[in-house]
């Protein structure tokens, strides 16, 4: 008989650790629930006869939005990725631009600067916030970049390094203070990937109201859901309009004509799914304080187990908590695997973070500094079940 | 005491016979109706917890979609700008390409080849089906163009001419046996914006299913709805399958890492989307059947009216009727802007064809030919209220 080995004794303690908080039923990594007016809505949006992109409950939403997040103005779009490509563009991204973004997050940010025509240079990522690491992002900018009358050029490729985009990890904000420092110093633009975060704040501010724009997400895996959608976000008043105008095919108002004055998008957030997202909304602090629990759950399970950490958040920060986050020890690192495989077998969905998207095919070419953080982290990284509905309510 | 002017009696004329089929009270142009299933699967979508892209709705959405139109494959997206952007690149158009669109279009089939970094060139159309005009097409491509190996090439501008996109006008099928001849002839693709055209046949057989690729939209203004939404339809197995891996992001299956090869879209349809147009498309045939009705009524209560006609399917196609349509003579032309404000401050609302997307600003400098016939009727087209439910159910 083989003897069970050190990975499988660690992957089961862990495994045995979930189940303390979850529990012995399967269960996914993020699931949405609807407790609240969903029914009543969408009852009431069929009704109305009005589903598409006009309707109460767009502009019900975005306001609510709007008030929630301490933004002046939020734009509901069908989705995140769409929301920062026109967040990208309303911040002046343009065409042969290069655009600061974490080798650590979801493709959907790059590929958002790739649909502007601008090219993603990746940066990396410090462990106490997981965002990007705005010390190692000076020095890196001060050996790369030189000053040009208002703005900053990659001397290597002669491309203006017009944008920056912090992405909220898992819901975690980024260290934005010295974040906006790195970006006023350097005279770039900070657009905010707050795809992951609504309800973290930093500082008592909410994340997404720090960049020129930002993104959010309402994707069925999201903290809130709306089916599909998204929304930029701005105080910019000038901005929030354009971003209206640029979401729908940019027509102009009129009594009958078709007037296009730009090229426009298909982006506007249908009624149907803003009424969903408006009942999902409503619900948002008590999922909150459900997550926020389950942390607190997880935490305590965890406590005393040698090799690994549960993620908490940096004081200044309020995390969201969107998906719960173990760290392993970097002598650990080859115990991921094995891990992310026994506990999905035994029915706990868990995940790895994102492989670093500077090592994907379409983006391997891509500018880059030393990734050391991003990819230590990359291997290390583990994301366990996270639905607020896992702890009782209380 | 003035007399009443020439057009205004036209103009009353014409609201006066429109109100004989539709009623006194206030139309609008096109609602949807929502009398089936709608909101038995909304409810079914909600109790299953899957909302977003994953979801039994979004396959029984697509399939049904497949069976009705005879494609052999549909992928369901987010709308139908989306739907043709992914349509235009999976049949090969590439940055610097030209692509043969109408002038008399809705601004989001050249906005599609614009996505795709190609140039949008503009076609005349023809008065018998209100698509491109295939006999001006091939005398045209016969005077600009040059064939160089397999492809044709526009001498002047020196880019390739790789697709052509006939836009089934209102509904109304475009004379596709002419356009398949011509673009077989030149070696160029073509993708079928069919946005308007869902339940319209030409030589039984339905529109989408001609080009490699095509776009069907279900807006809410629609002959269908899905809130937001549109399909891809193909019948090629390979594009199928790379339509759906570049609308999901084009993430490679894998148990839990993420990777993805190449840039994708985050256009696949939401579940809660695809529980909407799956009710709405099992009473496709009953719509169709009444706005049929419309039309005979419409065409019964013009007839002998002089200066205008009623727009009737041309022999070998059978027409949706998505927008009922009007076609004042060209000596008629001047009254259009009499007729839309009278009727519309009668609570009919009426509408204009586009303006010439060639004229708009976004494209004006964009290469075309001689625009006649299309610049004629957009000045002498008006679209009627066109709501299936304005016609009693027989």
New interface residues.
Partial sequence: MNPISHEIIFAQEIRDRIKKVVGDSPVSLH????EGN??RY??EC?DS??????GEFVNRFEEALAEFTGAKYAVAV?????ALHIALKLSGVRPGDEVLVPALT???TA?AV?YCGAIPHFVDSEELHLGIDAEKLRSYLASIASRQSDQTVNKETGRAIKAMVPMHTFGHPSNMDALLEVAEEFSITLVEDAAESIGSIYKSRHTGTFGLTAALSF???KTI?S??GGAILTSDETLAQRARHLTQ???LKH????????????Y??????AA?GLAQLEQLPGKLKMKRKLFLAYKEVFAGMRGLKVFEEPEDTVSNYWLQTIILEEENEDLKNDV?KLT?ESGIT???A??L?SN???YERNPRMKLACSSSLSKRIINIPSSPNLVEKK
Avoid: C, K, Q
Avoid at 49 to 54: F, L, N, P, R
Avoid at 78 to 82: A, K, P
Avoid at 255 to 266: L, T
């Fill in positions: 699931e949405p629930t609807f969903e029914w969408l009852r069929l006869g009005y589903v598409s992109s006009i069908v989705n995140g990725t769409e979801f493709v959907a590929n790739t994707n069925g895996n859901t089916g599909g095919t940019a027509r009594s009958w004509e078709f007037i296009h004055d730009d090229i426009g998008y298909n506007r957030m249908p009624n149907l799914n969903l992310l999905n868990t995940r790895p994102w492989m998207i994907l095919s379409p």
